[in-house]
């Protein structure tokens, strides 16, 4: 049996810190003390990752520390952020220390894959969830927002659609293998982070899909004041996808089914081939789903068609 605090010393703590990670005081204090870089703006996001809503509970502990932070570090992807440091609260029902021992595994190796430093958090018992915290530096003017998009503005989305909802219906299948690809994207999403930074510059406005194409489109088109229009036909499906669902339920997943974790970006067209070219250098494909329009709403798909994820799903406004 571990406390707490051996949890946290044993686990949790990176095993070194480069020179260069920023964190004047870190694990082990009230607080972090952190060095943002000189002229830069600090951008923070946090997200709660909750057993049996976001994750399955019985799912590897391993994945469940990398998919934790990497649903995090998708928000600053989205803001065109240079990842710096994250912030992370661990609840167990029991504290199990093969457990945590292979989450923080999971954890720490994305923390080096995506040069991210742990600079503190807590461990607490109660219901299994993790609660992470990022924080990301931009340049002034150069972050991508949710505001900006215009009318004829290309609608665009980096890499494949579906494959969050089809590993987790592999995974409702009885499917346990990480290495089948739509299991992968679903329980060991990537964030994209260097096409963020990459799309500084070029995309007028930015949002990660996490809940749904159609749900976070539509935070996309309110926050700029617009309505869209979507060729459905030209969705990029994760390979495997249609074979796992069936066409129409595939293309239903692409829409609704959410944690893609792939970037949504409003290109201008003369800003739309440097693009292509700034992330085919970092082999990530781009692909024209659709253009912004003046007009309210969306067009191209069904109106009654399920908008995607919601934690409290209430009447609409």
Not at 20 to 27: D, K, M, S
Not at 202 to 229: E, F, N, P, T, V
Not at 294 to 316: I, N, Y
């Amino acid at each position: 049996m571990h406390s707490e605090f051996e949890l946290i010393s044993r686990f949790l703590t990176p095993a070194s810190r480069s020179t260069e990670a920023g964190v004047a005081l870190g694990i082990g204090d009230d607080a972090a003390l952190l060095t943002p870089a000189p002229g830069q703006r600090l951008a923070v996001s946090v997200d709660t990752s909750v057993a049996d809503v976001h994750f399955p509970a019985s799912a590897p502990a391993r994945a469940i520390g990398h998919r934790a932070l990497a649903v995090s570090l998708s928000d600053l992807a989205a803001m065109g952020a240079r990842a710096r440091w994250c912030l992370m609260s661990l609840t167990l029902p029991e504290p199990d220390g093969d457990w945590v021992a292979a989450f923080a595994e999971g954890f720490h190796a994305l923390c080096r894959d995506t040069d991210v430093e742990l600079a503190g958090g807590d461990v607490s018992r109660g219901e299994l969830a993790v609660s992470v915290t990022v924080m990301g530096e931009v340049p002034p003017g150069e972050a991508l927002t949710r505001t900006g998009a215009e009318p004829g503005h290309h609608l665009a989305v980096t890499g494949v659609l579906g494959g969050g909802a089809g590993g987790l219906a592999h995974w409702q299948a009885g499917e346990r293998d990480l290495s089948t690809p739509l299991l992968g994207r679903y329980l060991l999403p990537e964030p994209r982070l260097s096409a963020g930074m990459a799309l500084r510059g070029l995309a007028s406005a930015a949002i990660d899909i996490s809940d749904g194409l159609l749900a976070d489109l539509g935070h996309l088109c309110q926050a700029s004041g617009l309505g869209a229009r979507l060729c459905p036909e030209s969705l990029p499906l994760a390979v495997g996808l249609v074979d796992r669902l069936g066409t129409d339920p595939a293309l239903q997943a692409a829409l609704s089914g959410g944690d893609d974790y792939e970037l949504l970006v409003s290109l201008s067209p003369d800003s739309l081939e440097p693009a292509r070219q700034r992330l085919a250098a970092l082999e990530v494909p781009l692909t024209v789903i659709g253009s912004f329009t003046s007009e309210p709403g969306l067009q191209g798909v069904d109106a009654s068609a399920p908008s995607g994820w919601q934690h409290f799903p209430g009447e609409r406004p």
